[in-house]
């Protein structure tokens, strides 16, 4: 995939004040003259913020850490994790399409994504608020087929389950992530066969954290979680 | 010191250095190791995988030759010395498997490409390549960029070998270029297609083994094999740097470097590179006189006779440009002593006496800049005197050295300690790193320009002093390719250039384009070779040689005298430059001891030994006989930069290459400031 510099690009960019914080906690874990080892993580942080990575973020990026704005292209340019284009302002979907996935189905949860979001990965839907793409093994196997919205998985899915997963998104509404057919985690589909009675809680903890509203990226709208 | 490890290569026993690489090694004993990205220049990066060897008890795998230290080979199983291979099957096949994927998504447009002939990849495709290929899906394109006037890309014959990019960031110290993208999509591009800024882009062309980059100006002119190949002297700055003129028939088609690691290793400036053109412009191709106000066309007995005419019982006295080698500049001084005239070479007005050879040439050496580890640079911008002058002072602040600079603000492409213009600064700096710094550890890059004057000389004595007391080294950077040379044969006088200029009724200007002479009530003869400022205001042009029409030599900063050769003859009527002045000696009836080039060099030699050592640094003792306790460091260090880096002498004046690259150069400063 050919990857360049957007033409389009944003006037500025400025990390919020807890990212900076954040960014030169960073900084200090390596040792004074090799800040450019912060690289990743600090572009990360930027596609957090920004949704992608635009030329004035590298150009910013590059000034905290000291770097020239190419080597930092190069390295955003490098992984595909990092987009060089403007993504769905709400949510960014990220289907995975390996082996187990594409057997259970996650061909037909692409068809979903190419008839309500657009037609090619990578390019906004007509609103503006939503994008997707095809990404390699994203190691939720047992609960396949699964895709990614920013740091959250949404697991056991089908064609009519993320259709409604994405109108719901498309109202404005926020679905509860893990798996949308009621498993805690990945035990066997037809209920747990050890370790009975063990789980007290009703989710585990990663989609705990979500609804906690602490770790996800819909944190900005602050809004209510919905079933499907 | 060294730490010698014995290994074999293909069945030989050999001694090398443990720090060395297999590459190194195999060099050192005469075996060939093909390669695409390793340069000895530059950092290891590994990537083109064709120097694969076979390193026995190793991985079962080939190794990467030119990234694999002899002191990681491990000896055999019973303490056998390490083996590596070279020539063995598996590095054969190695070889042949790398090839045929580069050779995948390469071009076969060899026919039309200017690389052709000289190419790293199509000589290398022959010797360890294999003769078909199996290849039959679509080859990958790639768009080309735009990297200014000088250096042209077909990006798709680029094998990313990142040699370029490598140099951009290491040398040329402004990291430009890089390599976006990932497998079959990555791409050399320029941060936001920018053109490049750099004055040692041109060294690109030589680097990048394929036909990616090429050179512009010289774009479908010549095939390499049809080209007369002649080695000689650049004149473009004061470094000397050893070159290689390419010509056909008698047009000059291109100008490469020639390595010499104690002057410009392998690379040359952009100025010095492309100059070719300014030499078949402007020029001067038949001798001229002022009949009524107006240049006319004239033979060259009717200009000597002009001269013969205005020369009765008047006063002559004689300047000369930086671009003259010693063999004119010898005979004219020759010529206008026995006429009772003055000679001055210092129209700047530096004093230095020509006596001590130390007070303008110093008694260091370029290839000092690599060995101490503290180096003060005083008025000089390294950059504009010369760009591979500079890349060696980058490369000592790579390698840790600790740079200070005194001067006029200008970009620099390392960091420095002490960054001040003022001279008091300046002064207390010496005193505190006279207590500090090792014996021999210190080296001082001087500016001629700030060296002249009476202010420039208690400069110079102060850094004399330091330089005795501290057991240490200065060199003095000059303007012309032999400011030095010049002053060498004592083409000097006492009273300097101003009062020789106002009591001369004659003058003549042997190449000296600088600025304008005053004219009043004086007849002004001009020896040069282009139509500039020299020849404007003339009454009597008399069309010599430029730099590639004869041979001559050449001294350059640091002392160094070097010959240069003819590469192809003057235009027209044009003259070699002692030529001229012999024959109009015997118009003057004044017999100057030589008849041929051969005779000139041996009353050279007589006279000043040390020039036909040619290549040869002559040592230099410092001496100070000036107490300078009593003298002060005052004021502000003078501005060495006064006019663009593209026009410093008359042959870049009139090569259309170094205007387009001044335009270029101009508009990019402006854009820096609207956007700041």
Known sequence: MLRRIHPIQPNGFKFSATNMKWAKEKIKKYPPGRKASAVIPILWKVQEQEGWVSRPAIDCVAKILEMDPIRVLEVASFYFMFHLSPMGDVAHIQVCGTTSCMLSGSEDLIKVCKEEISQEPHSRSSDGKFSWEEVECLGACANAPIVQIGKDYFEDLSEKKFRGLVKLLKRGKIPVPGSQVGRFSCEPGNGQKSLQGKNKEKNNASVQLALRGKDTVFKKNKLKFNSV | ?676
């Not at chain 2, 052709?116 to 003769?131: F, K, N, S, V």
């Not at chain 2, 504009?384 to 603000?409: C, H, M, T």
């Open chain 2, 1 to 676: 010191m060294e730490d010698l490890k014995k290994i074999l290569i293909n069945g030989n026993e050999v001694e090398v250095e443990s720090s060395l690489t297999i590459l190194q090694a195999c060099e050192q004993h005469g075996i060939e190791i093909p390669r695409f990205c390793y340069h000895e220049r530059l950092s290891i990066a590994g990537n083109c995988r064709m120097c694969l060897v076979e390193v026995v008890g190793g991985p079962p795998k080939p190794a990467a030759s030119c990234a694999l230290q002899v002191k990681d080979l491990r000896p055999g199983r019973n303490g056998e010395m390490p083996e590596v291979k070279t020539n063995s099957k598996m590095v054969r096949q190695a070889r042949e498997g790398v090839m045929e994927f580069l050779l995948i998504n390469h071009p076969l447009d060899c026919p039309i490409c200017d690389q052709g002939g000289e190419c790293d990849l199509q000589d290398q495709a022959m010797a360890y390549g294999l003769d078909f290929s199996r290849y039959q899906e679509s080859k990958r394109s790639v768009e080309d960029i735009n990297l200014g006037p000088l250096v042209k890309t077909s990006m798709t014959r680029c094998i990313s070998c990142t040699r370029c990019v490598r140099f951009m960031t290491e040398v040329a110290g402004v990291s430009e270029l890089g390599q976006t993208g990932r497998g079959e999509d990555s791409e050399i591009i320029s941060y936001l297609g920018a053109s490049l800024s750099s004055e040692l882009q041109g060294n690109l062309i030589d680097l990048c083994p394929v036909g990616a980059l090429t050179s512009k100006p010289y774009a479908f002119t010549a095939r390499p094999w049809e080209l007369d190949k002649t080695e000689t002297i650049d004149v473009m700055d004061s470094l000397g740097s050893n070159i290689r003129i390419d010509s056909k028939g008698s047009r000059i088609m291109r100008i490469t470097p020639i390595n010499n690691d104690e002057i410009n290793e392998e690379w040359i400036s952009d100025k010095t590179r492309f100059i070719w053109d300014g030499l078949s412009r402007q020029r001067l191709d038949s001798p001229y006189i002022r009949v009524k106000g107006k240049l006319i066309k004239c033979s060259w007995n009717d200009a000597f006779c002009t001269i013969k005419e205005a020369l009765k019982g008047k006063k002559i006295g004689a300047i000369c440009g930086e671009l003259q080698p010693i063999e004119s500049i010898f005979a004219l001084r020759n010529l206008v002593g026995s006429l009772g005239g003055k000679t001055e070479c210092r129209i700047d007005g530096a004093l230095f006496w020509n006596k001590n050879r130390c007070d303008y040439v110093g008694n260091g050496s370029f290839a000092d800049i690599d060995k101490c580890r503290t180096i003060t640079i005083i008025g000089c911008d390294p950059n504009f005197q010369s760009p591979v002058l500079n890349s060696r002072v980058r490369r000592a602040w790579l390698r840790g050295a600790e740079i200070n600079y005194f001067g006029d603000k200008c970009e620099l492409s390392f960091e420095t300690i002490c960054n001040e213009s003022s001279l008091e600064k300046l002064n207390k700096f010496l005193i505190k790193k006279d207590k500090v710094i090792n014996d021999g550890d210190h080296l001082i890059i001087l500016g001629r320009e700030n060296i002249s004057g009476e202010s420039g000389k208690i400069l110079l004595e102060k850094v004399k002093n330091f330089c005795i007391n501290k057991n240490s080294k200065f060199i003095i950077i000059h303007s012309g390719a032999n400011s030095v040379g010049a002053i060498d044969v004592g083409f000097t006088s006492d009273v300097g250039c101003q009062k020789l200029l106002e009591s001369s009724d004659v003058i003549f200007n042997l190449g000296f384009d600088e600025m304008e002479l005053p004219k009043k009530d004086k007849l002004l003869i001009y020896q040069g070779s282009h139509g500039d400022v020299g020849a404007a205001n003339a009454d009597v042009i008399l069309p010599g040689a430029a730099y590639t029409e004869e041979s001559g030599i050449f001294v350059n900063s640091e002392g160094r005298p070097q010959m240069s050769n003819r590469v192809i003859f003057p235009p027209g009527d044009a003259k070699e430059n002692w030529a001229i002045i012999r024959a109009l000696s015997s118009e003057l009836g004044i017999d100057l001891n030589f008849n041929n080039l051969v005779d000139l060099r041996n009353e050279i030699y007589k006279e000043y030994g040390f020039l036909s050592e040619t290549n040869n640094l002559q040592e230099n003792q410092i001496k100070s006989d000036l107490d300078i306790s009593k003298f002060q460091l005052k004021g502000e260090i003078k501005a060495v930069v006064t006019k663009s880096y593209f026009f410093t002498n008359p042959i870049a004046r009139a090569s259309e290459t170094m205007a387009e690259l001044d335009k270029l150069k101009s508009t990019k400063q402006k854009k820096n400031v609207i956007s700041v």
